[in-house]
């Protein structure tokens, strides 16, 4: 395990950008699914919501969540969602529930710009060898769950140190993305 960039998983302030600009209602409860999120409990907590980390939950716990937050880990390569694990965050979904998915795009700006695969710190090279999902197969993976209403966000550079998110309502403007380069906060490490 690379344990710089492990620290810099569970400390940077950047990683909180991924959340930091969603509304959360107070007291709620979550259940986060990430392994390096030391910095994004602290930002939940301050929130105050109930947090409850994947790892730490028992077998026999029964319990369901108002909010599901699964963040795919770079330390962690090969472990991207599929319908499964969807199928596992919406049974762990209080009626009403949310849930938030930050993952990487195999067709993602980062990697067709030349970044980083989290699969093993290469430079991308190819659709074949990721084991990240594409949106098309994301959005079959939600609907074959029964989420009827789905809200893409796209952070910048990716999900793991964003320092913009766009949407398809917000999209980048001209220079907007000019200073980004594809690897920030990966970059020396």
Not at 88 to 93: D, G, I, R, S, V
Not at 170 to 186: A, S, W, Y
């Amino acid at each position: 395990m690379n344990e710089t960039l492990s620290h810099e998983l569970n400390t940077s302030i950047v990683r909180i950008n991924i959340l930091e600009w969603m509304e959360f209602v107070p007291h709620k409860t979550v259940y986060l699914a990430c392994e390096t999120a030391d910095v994004i409990v602290n930002f939940l907590r301050e929130k105050e919501l109930q947090v409850t980390l994947a790892k730490d939950k028992t077998e026999d716990a029964a319990e369901c969540y108002d909010y599901v937050i699964w963040i795919e880990d770079p330390l962690y390569p090969g472990k991207s969602i599929n319908d499964t694990e969807i199928a596992e965050a919406k049974a762990l979904l209080n009626p009403g529930g949310v849930l938030i998915l930050a993952v990487s795009n195999r067709l993602g700006m980062k990697y067709l710009n030349g970044g980083i695969s989290a699969e093993g710190q290469q430079p991308y090279d190819g659709i074949a060898s990721q084991t990240q999902v594409t949106k098309h197969e994301l959005d079959k993976y939600l609907k074959e769950n029964g989420f009827a209403f789905v809200k893409y966000y796209y952070p910048v550079p990716d999900h793991v140190f964003a320092t913009q998110i766009f949407s398809d309502d917000f999209l980048p403007g001209l220079g907007d993305l000019r200073e980004i380069h594809p690897d920030i906060g990966m970059v020396g490490l």
